[in-house]
């Protein structure tokens, strides 16, 4: 009996060593598992650029990087609109009978030979030739068409007032409204160059006016307070002080300060 308890103890003490050598090997592989499994889940995250598990980092979304706009994949700059009095030569590869130069009217619109008006004002040159080739589909089948833009209004200002040579400037670069009078001739003697008046075009019929004291940006070299002109923008240097003037006039009211001939 005592030799069997004997080796029932010693049988004991072996499986209680046995269990504790292995239970640290299977909690330490548990833990190389999950490990594992996380520095997975964090690769798989790094090369989708979208977070995991409610991470707030997205996939940059195409033609943007950072959030910012990439200007060689997506931006451009705005195509140019006909505007009436452009000249654009329209013409054929398959039918040069239908070759034409017109010139866009007053209303924005412009007579097609054998096809009748269009309206082309506010279009750009490839929604024109669409308008063309759709005006045409009667007479030619698939019509090949190309515009050509001849000539168009330049970019300009107007300068009115106590100015040496009044009239219209054409804006060739970046000019800003002392300049501009400069352009024109310079201020007179009896110019009240503390009161120049910048008009800017709201729409067809509206303004926005806006006083300047040259006098003082001249005499201080406060540059940066002087406006750049826009086409289309009209100065006005007073001879007499101007008590009171609307922050917006319509156009026929700019007779007041602006010869009509000059706009």
């Given at each position: ?8 103890s010693?049988?004991c ?18 833990d190389t ?9 964090t690769?798989?995250s ?27 994949l ?66 030619l ?7 050509a833009?001849?000539?168009?209004e330049?970019?300009?200002f ?28 310079g ?8 009161q ?9 019929d ?13 005499n ?13 923008d ?11 003037i609307?922050?917006?006039?319509t ?13």
């Open positions: 009996m005592r030799l069997s308890f004997t080796f029932i010693v049988s003490i072996e499986i209680a060593l046995l269990v504790l050598q292995c239970g640290p090997a299977v909690v330490a592989q548990e598992r999950k490990g594992l499994g996380e520095g997975k889940q690769s798989h790094s090369l989708t650029g979208a977070g995991m598990g409610g991470s707030s980092t997205t996939a940059a979304k195409p033609g943007e990087a950072d959030g910012l706009g990439n200007p060689f997506g931006g451009s700059h705005p195509l140019y609109r006909l505007h009436s009095s452009d000249v654009v030569e329209i013409s054929f590869t398959l039918a040069p009978e239908f070759n034409q130069t017109l010139t866009l009217q007053p209303d924005g619109y412009v007579s097609l030979k054998d096809a009748g008006m269009v309206q082309a004002q506010g279009l750009s040159l490839q929604e024109f030739v669409d308008v063309v080739r759709k005006a045409y589909s009667g007479y089948h698939d019509p090949l068409v190309a515009v833009l001849k000539d168009f330049r970019p300009y107007v300068v009115g007032g106590d100015v040496g040579r009044p009239g219209k400037y054409e804006l060739r670069t970046d000019t800003t409204v002392a300049e501009a009078v400069e352009i024109a001739g201020l007179t003697r009896d110019a009240k160059h503390s120049v008046v910048l008009f800017r075009r709201v729409n067809d509206l303004v926005e006016a806006r006083l300047l004291n040259l006098k003082k940006m001249l201080e070299s406060q540059l940066k307070e002087d406006a750049h002109l826009r086409p289309g009209m100065i006005f240097v007073p001879q007499n002080t101007i008590s009171k609307a922050r917006y006039l156009k026929p009211s700019l007779s007041m300060y602006m010869s009509p001939t000059q706009f």
